[in-house]
């Protein structure tokens, strides 16, 4: 009796070992905030020799490592060195919300209440970005779990009511999966006590070469239409026909090429998605030099692709990473034929974006 209790002993401490080393994810203090708060850097792996980076703050995708056709590993992100570059400025990788992009006029109403929103220009009257305190300057309370055959992290927020003007309190969830088919997915999740509007998107910088601009890179999207947009980058209302101009990726095309047809210097603009709220391929991005490629799928209305137009060699140059901001339309709470970003109580913001990576000859 006693060899069978301590066989049964053995066996729940091995089930136990097994367990935790199934869920743990490695992670390490990447700096301390102003306050002293220690921020946790989270690495996933697969083996495939693909890893990827997270943070606590911003919920940053702090750096993505991928094979080149050769095998190497390469970065293929724009990253913050530390989290004391992360702290100084700029959005890379940084989870954004509570609205990602633009909402005109400084705010926007619900239920016939107005709801005037912080951190506007006060000569565009535009509000970017969720704010200067947006869910990018944010702590973000962190869980890893890892088995089978991938590995996530979990982050948390809860912005209060009132937070930058938004109205509600709102529980905000993102998760990031590295699976072994070399798929980082984001899955976004939300819920809310008050009407709101929501719009979570990742403003991570890819450059598939790792190093120089993306002039190189042949980038299709699977879109046939742009959102028309004024002098302040916000949306008139209007869906435009991409074939024929700057915009018309409907095939490859060099990204060097179209660049320099577009006015403005390059890309910051909101291309449609034709989707049923379904997973749907919306872009495919390659280098031929290193054979990567990498594709985007999203449930969500619109991707904003933005090109690094004010990058100025600090460290990057212009056009050194291309940006897929997966969202809802610019100004969508204020422009009522846009898919509505309004979340109310009793729903829940659901929304996925899957960044695939492969290679070709």
């Known amino acids: 009796m006693k060899n069978v209790i301590q066989i049964a002993l053995l066996a729940t401490a091995f089930f136990y070992q097994v367990t935790v080393a199934a869920t743990e994810v490695p992670s390490e203090v990447w700096g301390k905030m102003p306050d002293g708060t220690e921020i946790k850097l989270f690495t996933l792996t697969n083996k495939q020799g693909m890893t990827v980076r997270l943070a606590e703050y911003g919920a940053i995708l702090v750096s993505i490592d991928a094979p080149d056709r050769d095998g190497q590993i390469g970065r293929v992100t724009l990253s913050y060195s530390s989290l004391e570059e992360a702290l100084s400025g700029g959005v890379f990788g940084s989870i954004i919300g509570r609205f990602a992009n633009r909402i005109d006029t400084g705010g926007f109403t619900i239920d016939g209440t107005p709801y005037r929103l912080e951190s506007v220009n006060g000569k565009t009257g535009v509000h970017i970005h969720g704010g200067k305190t947006g869910f990018h300057r944010q702590v973000w309370k962190s869980r890893g779990t890892r088995g089978g055959d991938h590995a996530s992290v979990t982050f948390e927020l809860e912005s209060p009511d009132g937070h930058e003007g938004y109205?509600?309190?709102?529980?905000?969830?993102?998760?990031?999966?590295?699976?072994?088919?070399?798929?980082?997915?984001?899955?976004?999740?939300?819920?809310?006590?008050?009407?709101?509007?929501?719009?979570?998107?990742?403003?991570?910088?890819?450059?598939?070469?790792?190093?120089?601009?993306?002039?190189?890179?042949?980038?299709?999207?699977?879109?046939?239409?742009?959102?028309?947009?004024?002098?302040?980058?916000?949306?008139?209302?209007?869906?435009?026909?991409?074939?024929?101009?700057?915009?018309?990726?409907?095939?490859?095309?060099?990204?060097?090429?179209?660049?320099?047809?577009?006015?403005?210097?390059?890309?910051?603009?909101?291309?449609?998605?034709?989707?049923?709220?379904?997973?749907?391929?919306?872009?495919?991005?390659?280098?031929?030099?290193?054979?990567?490629?990498?594709?985007?799928?999203?449930?969500?209305?619109?991707?904003?692709?933005?090109?690094?137009?004010?990058?100025?060699?600090?460290?990057?140059?212009?056009?050194?990473?291309?940006?897929?901001?997966?969202?809802?339309?610019?100004?969508?709470?204020?422009?009522?034929?846009?898919?509505?970003?309004?979340?109310?109580?009793?729903?829940?913001?659901?929304?996925?974006?899957?960044?695939?990576?492969?290679?070709?000859?």
């Open 167 to 361: 109205p509600g309190t709102l529980q905000a969830h993102v998760t990031y999966t590295l699976t072994e088919e070399n798929a980082l997915i984001i899955d976004y999740e939300a819920t809310t006590d008050q009407a709101t509007h929501v719009n979570l998107t990742n403003h991570t910088y890819f450059n598939l070469a790792g190093e120089g601009s993306i002039e190189d890179h042949l980038l299709q999207l699977e879109t046939a239409k742009v959102l028309e947009i004024d002098e302040r980058k916000i949306p008139t209302g209007k869906r435009l026909q991409v074939e024929g101009t700057p915009f018309d990726f409907l095939s490859p095309k060099r990204l060097g090429d179209q660049l320099r047809q577009v006015e403005s210097g390059g890309l910051d603009h909101c291309f449609v998605v034709d989707n049923d709220q379904s997973l749907r391929k919306v872009a495919t991005l390659k280098d031929p030099i290193s054979g990567r490629v990498m594709t985007v799928h999203t449930t969500k209305p619109g991707v904003q692709v933005f090109t690094a137009n004010h990058f100025k060699n600090k460290p990057y140059p212009k056009w050194g990473g291309i940006c897929f901001e997966t969202q809802f339309f610019p100004n969508a709470p204020n422009e009522p034929s846009f898919p509505s970003s309004l979340l109310r109580p009793n729903e829940r913001y659901q929304q996925t974006t899957e960044f695939r990576f492969t290679v070709t000859d």
